[in-house]
């Protein structure tokens, strides 16, 4: 049975370690406001640059012409950029994130699709690179997200499909809901697919007037379409990292002070016995002197 002394040294050991966790979420927090406001501002840009892009693409007559808009007519091998954090103490986050990937891997295997990954955050580096062609890893992306990043991204998966060494690209990384709500979500990059008109939606006519032309313009702003989204993708993740964060160090905490609770009313029933077990000793003691 625990003495005293060793269920007092707990409660001061839980006891730190709730400030700890505390700071951590204060910390997370204050980390979450900034994340937040920068997707907020990248968000709407990058939604309407896919819409636009979406629309051209339905427009153009030979998709053939574009190398990024072109599907495979056979697909052998496809590349996957996971997206994860560097650090742990976020709770479930890398975890889900790193089971979608390996669902995502065993179903393109059991097609006969052989899968390589390029993987932005140690976790996911971590965990694949020794069960999996991982043909790169890097790391400190969500620490501070920057177009430059997106960019170098973006450029070499692009060049992987154009060289045709692979045949599809696709992003996992995590959607962000809301505060309490990170979703891991799977996206085509490459190919880029046309915008669709759902079953029954009226088709809309958009006349668009291009300068120089209309295969410039395309041939430029797909390449930037693909840095703008694989941005996005690092935005999302990185607010969903902390939010996962800020999250888990407030269940920590909360969890810490319900263990002194126990803790201490532990060591008041300890303490309470001693005192029983001494009075009875004492007044067993007088008894037999009374004798």
């Given at each position: 049975?625990?003495?005293?002394?060793?269920?007092?040294?707990?409660?001061?050991?839980?006891?730190?370690?709730?400030?700890?966790t505390?700071?951590?979420?204060?910390?997370?927090?204050?980390?979450?406001?900034?994340a937040?406001?920068?997707?907020e501002?990248?968000h709407?840009?990058?939604?309407?640059?896919?819409?636009?892009?979406?629309?051209?693409?339905?427009?153009?007559?030979?998709?053939?012409?574009?190398?990024?808009?072109?599907?495979?007519?056979?697909?052998?091998?496809?590349?996957?950029?996971?997206?994860?954090?560097?650090?742990?103490?976020?709770?479930?986050?890398?975890?889900?994130?790193?089971?979608?990937?390996?669902r995502?891997?065993?179903?393109?295997?059991?097609?006969?699709?052989?899968?390589?990954?390029?993987?932005?955050?140690?976790?996911?580096?971590?965990?694949?690179?020794?069960?999996?062609?991982?043909?790169?890893?890097?790391?400190?992306?969500?620490?501070?997200?920057?177009?430059?990043?997106?960019?170098?991204?973006?450029?070499?998966?692009?060049?992987?499909?154009?060289?045709?060494?692979?045949?599809?690209?696709?992003?996992?990384?995590?959607?962000?809901?809301?505060?309490?709500?990170?979703?891991?979500?799977?996206?085509?990059?490459?190919?880029?697919?046309?915008a669709?008109?759902?079953?029954?939606?009226?088709?809309?006519?958009?006349?668009?007037?291009?300068?120089?032309?209309?295969?410039?313009?395309?041939?430029?702003?797909?390449?930037?379409y693909?840095?703008?989204?694989?941005?996005?993708?690092?935005?999302?993740?990185?607010?969903?990292?902390?939010?996962?964060?800020?999250?888990?160090?407030?269940?920590?905490?909360n969890?810490?002070?319900?263990?002194?609770?126990?803790?201490?009313?532990?060591?008041?029933?300890?303490?309470?016995?001693?005192?029983?077990?001494?009075?009875?000793?004492?007044?067993?003691?007088?008894?037999?002197?009374?004798?």
């Amino acid at each position: 049975m625990a003495t005293l002394r060793d269920i007092k040294r707990k409660i001061d050991a839980v006891k730190k370690t709730s400030q700890i966790t505390k700071a951590m979420n204060m910390v997370a927090a204050a980390k979450l406001r900034g994340a937040q406001q920068n997707m907020e501002r990248f968000h709407p840009y990058a939604l309407k640059f896919r819409e636009f892009i979406g629309r051209l693409a339905a427009g153009v007559e030979d998709p053939s012409q574009y190398m990024l808009l072109t599907p495979r007519e056979q697909v052998k091998k496809v590349e996957l950029l996971l997206v994860t954090a560097d650090r742990g103490l976020c709770g479930s986050f890398n975890t889900n994130l790193i089971v979608a990937a390996e669902r995502f891997i065993n179903a393109k295997k059991a097609e006969g699709i052989e899968v390589s990954m390029t993987a932005a955050g140690r976790k996911g580096r971590d965990f694949f690179k020794r069960k999996l062609a991982l043909r790169s890893g890097m790391i400190g992306l969500l620490n501070k997200v920057s177009y430059d990043d997106g960019r170098r991204i973006g450029a070499e998966l692009i060049e992987q499909f154009e060289t045709e060494a692979v045949d599809e690209v696709y992003v996992i990384y995590s959607h962000f809901v809301n505060i309490v709500r990170q979703v891991p979500s799977v996206v085509k990059l490459l190919p880029i697919t046309p915008a669709e008109h759902e079953a029954g939606e009226k088709e809309a006519h958009f006349e668009y007037l291009f300068e120089p032309s209309h295969q410039a313009l395309l041939t430029d702003l797909l390449p930037n379409y693909i840095y703008v989204q694989v941005l996005e993708t690092l935005y999302q993740t990185s607010v969903g990292e902390h939010a996962a964060r800020m999250a888990a160090m407030d269940n920590a905490t909360n969890n810490c002070k319900e263990l002194v609770r126990t803790l201490t009313l532990t060591y008041n029933k300890a303490r309470q016995a001693g005192i029983t077990k001494e009075l009875m000793d004492i007044v067993g003691g007088a008894e037999a002197l009374k004798k």
